[in-house]
């Protein structure tokens, strides 16, 4: 059933682009023929659309309003108001290169900001499937606690005085202290690989051969702090990865309808000249 229906919504959703594309179309047509230039009614129509299209933060914002309409549908308004967006630029354009400082930042504005909204459609939609395979959920803001702790837990298991292994502890040093105690760098946040977890937990396997039962013991739960790291690791490049994607989208987004409205105001101020 939900399969059924979420074809049938994806289909009328299809359909209503159609019937708005074919009408903006004939309607430009019926402005080309009564001579009247056609940049003037896709420029203010695009406007109108980025307007409309930033209006989906502002709702976000406003969950106690339910009669602006339910989220999911301003979410799939969103997306194929901003995928027809693009052949409206193009033909606003003239399909041309855009020439002089304020069309080509305008055109190199919109050509960001599209390409930005393409790219967190498809991040949306796969990173919290990928989080929803690990075997926890941890919120973005406590992963830096938590990540604290497990370092902690970590310490006390390799340097107990109870175990006293020589073996244990300066594995530990040369081997998971970094791992631990040190963030990941820029290339994990970017493209996250469990090949430093699956490394460590090759080490620890290799180690147990020279250890009593109970350093195997410490060190199957040092490798289970090594997944738990990794996951926490694994989520915060990935939740990171969302907030810095809408934040760089929204900020764009501004700057693109400032730069759009001055030159829609120098357009219309030159018109006719």
Sequence with gaps: MTVRSFTGRRRCNLMLVAVVAITGWITLQANVASLRPPSRLTGWCLFAVVLFLTGFNVRKKLPFLPALGSAALWMQTHIYLALLSLPLFLVHLGMRIPDGPLETSL???FSIVWSSGLYGLYITRVIPRQLANLQREVIY????????????????????????????????????????????????RVWPSSRRQRQLITYIRDLQRYCS??????????????????????????????????????????????????HAVLAEAFRGF
Excluded: C, N
């Design 107 to 109: 055109a190199l504005l």
């Design 213 to 262: 039962p109970d350093e195997q013991r410490v060190a199957w739960q040092l490798a289970d702090l090594v997944r738990e790291k990794e996951d926490l690791d694994y989520h915060h490049a990935q939740q990171w990865k969302l907030k810095s994607w809408l934040f760089l989208h929204v900020g764009l987004t501004y700057s693109l309808i400032l730069v759009a409205l001055a």
């Design 141 to 188: 803001e406590r992963i830096p606690a938590i990540r604290r702790r497990v370092s902690e837990r970590s310490r006390q298991l390799a340097m107990s005085a109870e175990l006293a292994s020589p073996t244990i502890a300066a594995f530990y040093v040369d081997r998971l202290l970094g791992f631990f105690e040190r963030p990941r760098g820029w290339f994990y």
